[in-house]
Every structure is written in C-alpha cells, then in structure tokens.
C-alpha cells in the first residue's frame, strides 16, 4: 500500500510532463501561417496611408518588406508609393506580363528574409496576378497584405479586386464618407469640365480631380443625370 501511494501519483506527474513537453515542441516547430490580406475601399479613403504605415510598422521592427506597384501608375513617381497627406516609399514597380511569384522568389534570395508584401493599387493587377501573390502566402509563407479599389466608376468589379474577394482569407473595407454624410462606397469619374462620364475604359489612372467618392444613392443619382454640384 505504501509502494502504491508513493509510485501513483509520481506517475501522474510523469504523464502530465510528458503530455506538456509534446504540447511545447508542437508549438515551436508549428510555424505561423501566413494570409492574403484584401483591404477595399473607394477612392481617397486612405488606404495607401495605411499601406504605408503598416509597412514602416514592419521596418520600425527592423523586419525586410517589399512593397509592389503596377509600373504604368507613375501619378507620384516611378516606382514610388505615396498618399494624400505626403507619406512616399519606394516600391518595385511590376508590368501586366510580370511573374509575381517569381519576382518575390528572386527577391527573397538577396539579403534578409521577406516578412511581408504590400501591394497597392490592386485594381491595376491582373487575376493571374491575384494567384500569383496567394502561391507567395500559400508555397513561400509570406503574408501578403493588398490595397486597392473594389468597384469601377461603372459600378462593376475589377478582375482583380472579384479575384480578392473570392479568394482573399481576409477582408477589410476601408471607409470613407459622401458629401451627404453617408458612408462612400461608390465612385464617379469626372471630365476636365466635372461632367460625369459614364463610358470609357475601367483603367484610367487620374488623379484626385478625376475621381469623387459618393455614397449609393448620390451614386444613382450622378449617373442618371441628376448631378449634385455639392458633391464635388
């Protein structure tokens, strides 16, 4: 009875070592899997400002970043990211023929390891390129965090941004608000006299002055004529 009251619960504590110890070496050889990140929004809402910030974030830390753009968007500069309030970064611009996978894969081989894509712009990518950047999460473990429009000044969704939201594993709506006070979700595009244009090619890259932001029904109501002046 002795042997037996003194050998139970060691036993017990041996097991619960055991079972804690397994639960310790899972955890540290579990590596942290990474997400294709969809931030959308209309325009001016800021999302290359949060772009920016959550990329500086990364580097504050002393972690590598690369930041991606489509190499036609020169609004601010060459290969440069900028915002609305005077934020810029240099980024890697990349053509519609590009290999996003690839590009990354080159790119990881060159110093520090990449702790995070940005991607601004989305809506200037291509679906192939959208799959591009979910091998680089899914096959390289690299998050992947993309900014960009979802709908066109039509209404209708880009390629790439219906690609994100289709296979993004996460989503976040950026807000903004229409003149009216109601959140923005819709967007016009402008003349150089501020008629509202209802044809034309999905990408023209304007900037601001092409472009205001408005909520569904002020939306509606541009495009079917009855045009707010205050709107602009």
Known sequence: MTVSGLDFPVIIK??????????????KTEKTMAKLYFNYSTMNAGKSTMLLQASYNYEERGMRVVLLIAAFDE?????????????????VGFEPEADLQALIGDLSKEGEPIACVFVDEAHFMTREHVWQLARIVDRMNIP?????????????????????????????EVRTICHC????????????????????????????EKYVSLCRR???????GEWLAEAV
């Open 14 to 27: 041996m097991r619960d070592f055991s079972s804690q110890f397994r639960a310790s070496k899972k955890r």
């Open 75 to 91: 609004r601010v500069g060459k290969g440069i990211i900028g915002s609305r309030i005077g934020l810029k970064a240099s980024a």
């Open 144 to 172: 992947v965090m993309v900014y960009g429009l979802r709908t066109d000044f039509q209404g209708k969704l880009f390629p790439a941004s219906e690609e994100l939201l289709a296979i993004a594993d996460e989503m976040r």
């Open 181 to 208: 006070g109601r959140k923005a979700t819709m967007v016009v595009r402008l003349d150089a006299e501020g008629k509202v244009l209802r044809e034309g090619a999905q990408i023209d890259v304007g900037g601001n």
């Open 218 to 224: 002020h939306w509606d109501d541009a495009m079917n």
